[in-house]
Every structure is written in structure tokens, then in C-alpha cells.
């Protein structure tokens, strides 16, 4: 409603620019005088139009983008609850705003709601479960890097040892 205002509001004052530089270009002794002013006119009055209708398209836009998100949303909710509902009626949630489907008739039965705390409580074993081979990764990565440097220390002695042997040979030769 106030985008509306707005929208006739802009539309009007640039329908005023549009007749004041009608009449300022008309003038005929005057337009020898005012050539530039009345360029200058112009350009503003059509830049201005070009933008506010941009702007007024890109808007129009974001709404129609708006709605169709909305109207998913709506789709989706109502499929969860199972309701039989028309487009005309999503169209009507839309129009006023009542985005609330799971607030009115939304009567479960026993063992739906059995059926829900089930995939909960699985869903969080799982996460739980996720957590724990986090852990495990954790400490596979830690014994790896412990292992990778009792590794490097034995090489280290190995080449030791070897160094050692050919001394020994040389000495004993």
C-alpha cells in the first residue's frame, strides 16, 4: 500500500517534469535561448523515467520472487501436514499474509507423533554416532603422527647402526 503511494507519487512529479519541459521546449523565441537548458531538461526527465522504471520492474521482480518462494514454503508445509488445500487458497494465505499452516486442524494422530519422536531420536543417535568417529579420526590422526616419529627414530638408528658397522670394517681391516 505505501510502495503504491510511492509508485503514484514518483509517476506524478516526473508527469509534472514531462509538461514543464513540453512547455519550456514549445516556446519557440525562448527555445534559441534555452537550447541547453532544455537539453539538460531532458536528459534529466529521461534518465529519471528510465531509472524509476527500472527500479519499479526490478521491484515488481523481487516480488514475484517473494511469492513464489512463499508459495513453496506454503506447499511444502501443507504436503507435511497432509491437507487438501487448492492453489486459489495458497494464493488467498499469501494475499493475507497467513503463512501459519501448522497452527489451526493440525491434529496428529498417536502414532504419527510416535513416528516423529522415532526419526528424532534417530537422528540424534546418528549425530551422536558422528560425533564419536570424529573422535576416532581424532586419535588415528594423533597415532599415526606419534608412530611417523617413533619411525623416523628408528630409521635414525638403523642408519646409526649401519654408520657403526662400516666403521667397525674399516677398523678391522
Known amino acids: 500500500m505505501i510502495i503504491r503511494r510511492l509508485f503514484d507519487t514518483v509517476k506524478g512529479t516526473l508527469k509534472i517534469m514531462d509538461e514543464e519541459y513540453k512547455s519550456v521546449s514549445g516556446d519557440q523565441s525562448a527555445q534559441i535561448h534555452r537550447t541547453a537548458d532544455t537539453r539538460i531538461m531532458s536528459s534529466q526527465y529521461t534518465t529519471l523515467q528510465r531509472w524509476f522504471f527500472e527500479t519499479w520492474t526490478e521491484y515488481n521482480e523481487c516480488q514475484s520472487d517473494y511469492r513464489e518462494k512463499c ?5 511444502r508445509q501443507i504436503q507435511i501436514t497432509e491437507k487438501k ?7 488467498k494465505m499469501i494475499e493475507t499474509g497467513n503463512f501459519t499452516v501448522f497452527s489451526y486442524n493440525a491434529q496428529f494422530q498417536p502414532k504419527d507423533i510416535e513416528e516423529l519422536e522415532s526419526r528424532h531420536n534417530d537422528i540424534t543417535k546418528l549425530a551422536e554416532s558422528l560425533k564419536q568417529l570424529h573422535e576416532m579420526f581424532k586419535d588415528l590422526a594423533l597415532m599415526v603422527e606419534q608412530q611417523g616419529e617413533m619411525l623416523n627414530n628408528i630409521e635414525k638408528n638403523v642408519d646409526q647402526a649401519r654408520d657403526h658397522v662400516a666403521q667397525a670394517e674399516v677398523e678391522r681391516s
Not at 85 to 91: K, L
Open 71 to 75: 508459495k513453496e514454503k506454503l506447499t
Open 85 to 91: 488445500v487448492t492453489p486459489a487458497e495458497i494464493d
